[in-house]
């Protein structure tokens, strides 16, 4: 029962992070195509944690963290730097 | 109650939060994509899609707390970051939309003596001996900031 929610979990989570690719091609401002690349990072935070989950380890979880610290400094030094044209003034 | 019911009923909870997780997730990524104006796709995302991360990862400390018996805390800190971080996301990009979007004189006033700090001139050139801020007539007093 597990693995058959697995596998429906994989294609949306899938499909959902096509929907932010075809966000970040069509978006048109600058802060669309940031606000697509947050949810894409949230997308993979999630398709790791179901990998982690079919795969019963636990060692994905320090690589979850990491990307998800990444996306959110990320998205803020994009919006620092729509906002003051510089990152660290 | 027997054992086999038991992992019956813990397999069917770990898959019901897996399922609802995913759609959420799909829902937020689907507003994104098909909501008209970007505070509209603001709020699609920044909702959804952190309440089906947070149905996934409690449906792998479920997962986790039955096959091993321990319970893992590395979930909880991807929660608690998620959670923490989405309000100051969305902030940040409603404010660069804002200034992106409209002029100054159309914002909402500040209510302050002082107007949207996003509309001061940037130090280009600063004097590292005198601070970040650069001298002339930009330079305000500490105390209306």
């Keep these: 029962m597990i693995a058959v929610a697995l596998w429906i979990g994989f294609a949306a989570v899938g499909l959902g992070t096509i929907f932010c690719l075809i966000r970040l091609w069509l978006g048109p401002d600058a802060v669309d195509r940031a606000l697509a690349l947050d949810t894409l990072v949230v997308n993979a935070v999630a398709l790791i944690m179901l990998l982690g989950i079919a795969q019963a380890t636990a060692i994905h979880f320090e690589a979850a963290l990491l990307i998800a610290m990444l996306g959110f400094v990320g998205t803020v030094a994009f919006c620092k730097f729509m906002l003051r044209g510089d990152v660290i003034e | ?145």
């Design chain 2, 1 to 145: 109650m027997t054992s086999e019911v038991l992992i019956f009923l813990g397999e069917a909870l770990v898959a019901a939060l897996i399922l609802a997780g995913s759609f959420f997730m799909i829902v937020g990524s689907f507003g994104l994509l098909r909501l008209p104006t970007l505070m509209q796709r603001l709020h699609a995302p920044t909702k959804a899609t952190t309440l089906g991360v947070g149905g996934i990862l409690i449906a792998s400390m479920l997962f986790f707390l039955f096959t091993n018996g321990w319970v893992s805390v590395h979930e909880l800190l991807i929660t608690l970051f998620l959670f923490l971080t989405a309000p100051v996301t969305a902030y940040m990009l409603a404010k660069a939309h804002l200034h992106r979007a409209k002029a100054e004189p159309e914002l909402p006033p500040t209510g302050r003596p002082v107007g949207w700090a996003t509309f001061d001139p940037v130090a280009s050139d600063p004097d590292p001996d005198s601070g970040l801020r650069p001298a002339g007539e930009d330079q305000r007093p500490l105390d209306t900031i």
